[in-house]
Every structure is written in structure tokens, then in C-alpha cells.
């Protein structure tokens, strides 16, 4: 998995690109944790993310909860397939979400 992040002020666009998993997450929970102080508007790049388990739902789900403090979220880029796990686990209906174009 690749993390890349682009800050500008008090926004971050974070970019997530290959796998969300049981092996990847925990090294997505330590960058995420890590750019939360300063960050009022969070956007979550899916473009190039490939899969999401639940352990990347569970990231996914801390990340809105810290946000929803101190800012918000949405998730942007999101494919068919995503969005539809997105969906049945209820997220869609307690997060800001985009499909890709």
C-alpha cells in the first residue's frame, strides 16, 4: 500500500492506493494518526484503492469519529466495488462519500 498526503492549511488530502488490509492497516493507523492535529477538513483519496477489508473499514470509521470533533470527512474516488461494501456496512449513511467519475 502507498500513502500519500497533501496538506493545504488546515485541509489534508490523504491518498490511499492499493490494498486496505490486515496487513496494510495498522501502518495506515500510525500515518492517520499522525496528521489529524492541525487538520479540519479531511479528505480521503479512494482513486487508486483496490480493496478494503474490515480492518480498513474499522480505519475508515476511527478516522470520521476523530474528525467529527474537530472537523469533517468525506471519502472521495470511491469504486463500484468499494461503494457497494461501503453501502451494506451502513457507512454511506453516516459519512460523506463520492464515487469515482
Same mark, same amino acid.
Given at each position: 500500500?502507498?500513502?500519500?498526503? #497533501?496538506?493545504?492549511? %488546515? %485541509?489534508?488530502? +490523504? /491518498? *490511499? =492506493?492499493?490494498?486496505? @488490509?490486515?496487513?496494510? /492497516? ?11 492535529? &492541525?487538520?479540519? !477538513?479531511? $479528505?480521503? @483519496?479512494?482513486? #487508486?484503492?483496490?480493496?478494503?477489508? %474490515?480492518?480498513? *473499514? ?6 470520521? =469519529?476523530?474528525?467529527?470533533?474537530? &472537523?469533517?470527512?468525506? $471519502? $472521495? &474516488? +470511491? ?6 461494501? *461501503? !453501502? !451494506? $456496512?451502513?457507512?454511506? !449513511? ?5 464515487? /469515482?467519475?
Amino acid at each position: 500500500m502507498e500513502i500519500t498526503k #497533501e496538506r493545504n492549511g %488546515s %485541509s489534508l488530502t +490523504v /491518498a *490511499l =492506493k492499493g490494498r486496505l @488490509d490486515t496487513t496494510t /492497516a495498522p501502518e495506515a493507523q500510525k500515518f492517520f494518526e499522525g496528521c489529524y492535529e &492541525g487538520t479540519t !477538513d479531511l $479528505v480521503i @483519496d479512494f482513486t #487508486e484503492l483496490a480493496y478494503i477489508s %474490515s480492518m480498513g *473499514l474499522r480505519l475508515i470509521l476511527m478516522a470520521q =469519529k476523530q474528525m467529527m470533533k474537530q &472537523g469533517s470527512m468525506k $471519502v $472521495v &474516488g +470511491v469504486n463500484s466495488n468499494i461503494m457497494e461494501v *461501503l !453501502d !451494506d $456496512v451502513g457507512f454511506c !449513511d453516516i459519512m460523506t462519500i463520492e464515487p /469515482a467519475a
